[in-house]
């Protein structure tokens, strides 16, 4: 079996890890799964600006480890004329990081942008009439047809928070990042101690008025109780692990599989699942330009992918930490089904061979984007490269590090001309709870990279959206995943659960499905 520590090995390390010794009760050190090389949450959907935003930002509502909506800037609401008219009043006491008060302007600036960007927030455009403030702390939702999720959709984390900012930011153009970075969070960004892809810091915002409750996934109180978090993306995962036991950094969001059982060894380091949704995985295909426009040679790809062999190297081969098959809804969540899953791999060479026959696939070049930095991305696409050139396909194995793949996934060039044709990721599983959330099976004008095009995806969508009939909606969502795997809208790689490693030192470690440093403290 193939482990991920095997494929690590001999893995450069692309930014000098900072490591300072992490012994002062006030400095809490954090490894993330990769460098944080974006800043702008709205203009992004990567996992580590995800984080950052919910660090630095707040959104009017957030979400508890069950994932139900809760107020977060706001009191409440009051919902009028049959669901058409929400009514939100923000707390008394909010200030941005610069000092200046949150007023009802700032939010009605920032979610203007969020819309712009955030594939979810379009499925309420069309629904939304008007944004209106009131007075500086009343805001108010004209909708022409109600849309009962609109606070999870205002709170949720993926793909896009809504981070609310200045009204001065937050009319900058939705696709540039904002020029500096204004959050009303518990704790603000240091922006002159930033290395891209290397280090960030924090301090506790000492004008934060934190909620009078107990913390629960982003919702609840956010109280701040180290005055600073540091992030060092550590490229190598065995020097982060070292880096653990000697006490040198706090906490490792996503340790190797292969070190789990030396760390669990030590009595000063514990071992836990914060995010109990795991992670969902994809090879993300580009349906736009190359060989993978051809319906043909998607599904041939899908049909070449053990799940099975990609999860036990991920997972070091404990079965109790994957789920396989896996389809495009998570596993265990309302939406999940087997629908679709005759389509998945692996087949027979043969089957493959005749369905590159049938597509006219003549040895074309497929530029597979291979990130090092990340743990999960180096370990699958090692194990694809060597799968799809086994089944006869020709495949560039484009070494690369995570911020650079960000740059050229956005790319609809042809492969040959800087291009992509696939890359893999492992999205939290939460992003793919039920079609109103799920990034990779939107299509059309709402698709997320890779461009998928079959409208048939967004019409059962909308389906699945305004039908308040629960059996009705699983049977909506089984259709949408058999027709978004015989169309190969993404190829499903399985789905897992990521322990995580922290010093015996910290306390009140929050379960969510983002990594929380509220409420953490450090002995």
Request: hydrophobic share 45%; proline share 6%; glycine share 8%.
């Amino acid at each position: 079996m193939v482990s991920r520590r095997m494929l690590m090995a001999g893995a450069a390390a692309l930014a000098a890890p900072r490591i300072v010794g992490a012994n002062s009760p006030q400095v809490l050190r954090f490894v993330p799964r990769w460098g944080l090389a974006q800043l702008d949450p709205v203009v992004t959907t990567d996992a580590m600006t995800r984080q950052f935003g919910v660090i630095v930002f707040e959104s009017l509502y957030s979400v508890d480890q069950m994932l139900n909506s809760r107020p977060q800037m706001v009191e409440g609401h009051l919902i009028e004329d049959g669901g058409k008219r929400w009514t939100m009043r923000l707390r008394e006491g909010l200030r941005f990081h610069d000092g200046e008060p949150v007023l009802a302007r700032d939010c009605v600036a920032s979610i203007k942008r969020w819309l712009a960007r955030d594939l979810l927030a379009r499925s309420l455009q069309p629904r939304l009439d008007a944004i209106e403030e009131l007075d500086d702390r009343t805001l108010v939702f004209r909708l022409n047809r109600p849309f009962p999720r609109l606070d999870f959709t205002l709170g949720k984390a993926q793909p896009n928070i809504l981070p609310i900012m200045p009204m001065r930011l937050a009319e900058t153009d939705p696709a540039k990042p904002v020029g500096e970075v204004i959050g009303s969070g518990p704790f603000r960004f240091l922006p002159d101690q930033f290395v891209i892809g290397s280090f960030a810091a924090f301090e506790a915002f000492s004008s934060y008025n934190a909620r009078n409750e107990p913390a629960n996934g982003t919702a609840g109180g956010r109280h701040a109780r180290v005055a600073r978090v540091e992030w060092n993306a550590i490229s190598d995962a065995g020097t982060a692990a070292a880096a653990l036991l000697t006490g040198e950094v706090d906490w490792i969001d996503s340790p190797l599989g292969d070190l789990l059982p030396r760390l669990r060894q030590s009595a000063r380091v514990l071992v836990d699942v914060i995010d109990r949704f795991g992670f969902t995985t994809m090879l993300r295909l580009n349906h736009a330009s190359g060989p993978t426009a051809k319906l043909g040679v998607r599904q041939a790809i899908m049909a070449s992918i053990d799940q099975a062999e990609i999860m036990q190297a991920v997972t070091s081969g404990d079965a109790k930490m994957y789920t396989v098959p896996a389809g495009v809804f998570v596993s265990g969540g309302p939406c999940a089904s087997d629908a679709g899953f005759e389509r998945l791999g692996p087949r027979s060479k043969t089957e493959v061979h005749a369905k590159l026959d049938a597509a006219g696939y003549k040895g074309e070049r497929l530029v597979l984007l291979h990130p090092t930095d990340n743990v999960f991305a180096n370990t699958a696409s090692t194990i694809i490269a060597g799968r799809l050139r086994e089944f006869g396909m020709n495949v560039d194995d484009v070494v690369m590090d995570q911020g650079t793949l960000m740059h050229r996934r956005t790319s609809r060039e042809a492969p040959e001309h800087g291009g992509w044709s696939m890359f893999a990721l492992n999205p939290s599983g939460v992003d793919h709870l039920d079609p109103l959330v799920a990034l990779g099976v939107r299509n059309g004008a709402a698709a997320w990279i890779g461009w998928p095009n079959d409208l048939r995806l967004e019409a059962m969508r909308d389906a699945w959206i305004d039908n308040p009939d629960l059996i009705e909606q699983r049977k909506i969502a089984a259709t949408i995943q058999s027709v978004a795997l015989e169309q190969v809208t993404y190829v499903p790689l399985g789905q897992y659960i990521q322990p995580s490693a922290w010093r015996d030192s910290l306390r009140g470690m929050v379960k969510s499905n983002v990594p929380i440093f509220w409420n953490v403290e450090k002995a």
